[in-house]
Structures are given as C-alpha cells and as structure tokens.
C-alpha cells in the first residue's frame, strides 16, 4: 500500500464517526451512511451471533485522518451477501479444504450494486484504494481465510478489483430507469396493446378491491405502527421458510434515522395495513427491499412492489427502479435484465484456477440468458432500451 497510507480494522459501524461517513459516502445514499450499517449491527441483523462479524476496513493518511473506508465483514455463511457461492463452499468441503469463515465486503441483506472502497476525492484517491484493497487481502492472510468477496462494485471498481487480480462473477437483476415518459400513462404507452391493457387490468383489479393504497416515508411513520407492519413482513418470510432478519425495533430506528430515504407502500383494509412494500431512496434510485402481505389479493404484490414504486419515481423524478434480486416476472412490467457483477479473490491458486474455468463459462451463459430475456420485454418494437 501507499508509503502515506495505512489501515486498520474496527469491529461496528458506529466506531467510525459520523462526519467520516459523511465525508466519504454518496450524498443522500439510503444504505451507505452512518446509521444504516449500524442500526442492523445493533439490531442483530448483521452481527456475529447471526454470522457477521464487522471488520470494516478504515485507511488514514500521515496526520492520522480518515481518508477511506472499506465495508467489510467476516462470515459463516452465505446468506445475505447476494454473490450465490455455496457451491464453491461444498467443492471446498469435497476437498477437505474449508471456505467459512470469509471476508466480505457488502451491504448487508441488500444486493444494491454501488462504490464499496470509498475514498476521499483528491489526488491520492487512487492510492487510497489501492490501500484498502492491500489491506482486505492482508488481513485475509493474517487470518488465514479462503477468500474476500466484494459483491455488487460500481462498474469502475470492479475493473479496478479484476486488475489486482480479483476474479469477476457476473448477475443478472431487473431494473426500470425513466424513458423520459413523464407519468404511468405515458409509461404504459410505450407498452404494446396486449401489455399494456394487462397492467391495466391489474392495477384495476386492486382498485376495484376496495383496499386503500398509501405512500409513506420514514419519518411520517409512528413507532407504534411498526410491529402490525413488521408481522406482515415476518409472516410472509416464514411462509416461504425464510429468515425475517430485521425487527419491528430495527425498522423503527431505520425509519427515523433515515427518513424520507425510507418509503412505504401499505395496503389498507378498513384501516388495517393488509400488505406493506418497504423501499429506500437516494435522490436518483429507487431500491425495493421487503414486501408482506397477510393474506391473497389479486395482483397486489404488482402494485406495491412494482407499479407504485414506478409511480413514485415518475413524481420524484427518480431516474431508477431497483426492486430487488431474481424475479422473471419483473420483465412484463418493464425492468430490463441488467448484468451487474461481483469480484472475488482466492487465496489457493488451484482453487483460484478453478474458478476462473467456471466464472468464464457463467459470465458468456449469463450474456445470452441476458439478451434472451430482454426479448420478453413488453415495450413496443420503437421504444426497446438500447442493448446493455
């Protein structure tokens, strides 16, 4: 690392003060900021009796400042971390070499891809993530670990990571960004007819139900409103035999430290919340997150999870829709197949051989898959996005 430049580790988000989040992260970003990572580290969400242990990553320049920032975490498993190695996990285990515990420099519970080595603007930004990256891989030897992760980069990082050695893995998730439609109608005129009259229909459905739909930010929710709201959250988690990591407490402290880059999308009945989508904002995107619902309305869940969240962007003036990991069904709806990636390095060469062989072949299967699926978009012929 730069002769200048030195790191150390600290062991919570809420030990690096918060005018050096402040300094260091994207303005208004809704997950890298001072309060996210460590409300879900107190919380639990994110904490070593769940297999996260903080080992965030700060670089400090000859006077002793702050000057860059690295998330960084060590983990038991691979929940959570949205870079899908269990696999690579069990051919460790048929070898009689063990992966866990490995370090991973993410966002918790949240596959929103964006900067992850965070340096202060300036002539040695460069040298200051070339530190962080020095630091990550020494203390990956000094504990003697398998490997470090860094899922979902922004796209001149993950270059930069790929040229210091890192192998890239390479994901597909659906985003909407703003054609320059100006509302939903004008948005749903880019649709073909027989696209466009099923949303209508859908959203119609919803209308007809006689459920009340309203938009909410952080700070216009009470705490007392948290726990009916979580249930919903909770209860739709179990049914599909997931963990629900986020508490009532832990929502209601997110909602207050952050506001209106908290937005919700709550289904009424007769006053009672019956179905919740819980997003968060910067001043250019949208990021859909958690959706609960407490029994079977038809076509809610495109609603609050998709057409509402559009909606929303139309009125901000929010340029994109990220509503989450996976989903198939986001295509008729129009988010477009976006290949986002993560880059990974391995401490054994052989293994490291390996998985260059199978991220080589993923990386031109996920291409094809990509311009397979973006055929299935439902826009008309003169209004198709331009290939990604």
């Known amino acids: 690392m730069p002769p200048s430049i030195s790191c150390r580790s600290v062991r919570s988000a809420s030990a690096i003060a918060r005018q050096d989040w402040n300094r260091l992260c994207p303005v208004g970003h809704p997950f890298l900021n001072a309060d996210f990572l460590s409300i ?27 000057v860059g920032l690295l998330p960084l975490y060590l983990k038991t498993h691979s929940h959570g971390d949205f870079i899908y190695d269990w696999s690579w996990a069990a051919a460790y285990r048929q070898l009689g070499r063990k992966y866990y515990p490995k370090l991973m420099s993410c966002l918790p519970h949240t596959p929103a891809a964006g900067p992850r080595l965070l340096a202060a603007a300036g002539p040695q930004a460069a040298g200051i993530r070339q530190a962080l990256i020095d630091g990550a891989r ?51 005129a880019s649709f073909s007819a027989a696209k466009r009259r099923k949303v209508r229909a859908e959203r119609r459905r919803v209308q007809d139900s006689g459920l009340s739909i309203e938009t909410r930010h952080g ?101 994109r829709f990220e509503p989450g990991a996976g989903g198939e069904h986001k295509l008729s709806r129009g988010f477009t197949p976006t290949v986002v990636r993560s880059a990974h390095w391995i401490d054994d060469p052989g293994m490291r051989e390996l998985l260059a062989r199978h991220l080589s072949l993923q990386g031109q299967a996920l291409a094809g898959y990509r311009e397979q699926a973006a055929a299935h978009l439902p826009f008309r012929r003169d209004r198709m996005p331009p290939p990604l």
Request: with cysteine; hydrophobic share 45%.
């Open 40 to 66: 879900i580290e107190r919380h639990g969400a994110a904490a070593r009796e769940w297999g996260w242990a903080a080992r965030h990553l700060l670089a400090s320049d000859e006077r002793g400042r702050i």
């Open 138 to 188: 020494l203390l990956l030897g000094e504990a003697g670990l398998s490997s470090w992760h860094v899922a979902l980069p922004a796209d001149d990082e993950a270059t930069l990571l790929q040229s210091q050695g890192l192998l890239i893995s390479h994901d597909v998730q659906f985003h909407w960004t703003d054609p320059g439609c100006g509302d939903f109608d004008g948005y749903l």
């Open 219 to 319: 700070d216009e929710i009470e705490p007392a409103e948290w726990p009916l709201l979580h249930a919903l959250y909770a209860d739709t988690f179990d049914r599909f035999n997931n963990h629900a990591v986020f508490s009532a407490a832990c929502f209601a402290d997110l909602a207050q430290a952050l506001g209106r880059r908290m937005v919700a999308f709550i289904a009424r009945d007769r006053g009672l919340p019956v179905a919740v989508a819980l997003c968060f904002r910067s001043d250019e995107a949208l990021y859909g997150r958690y959706w609960g619902c407490s029994g079977n309305y038809h076509s809610l869940h495109f609603e609050l999870c998709f057409y509402q969240g559009i909606a929303y962007c139309l009125q901000q003036g929010l340029r």
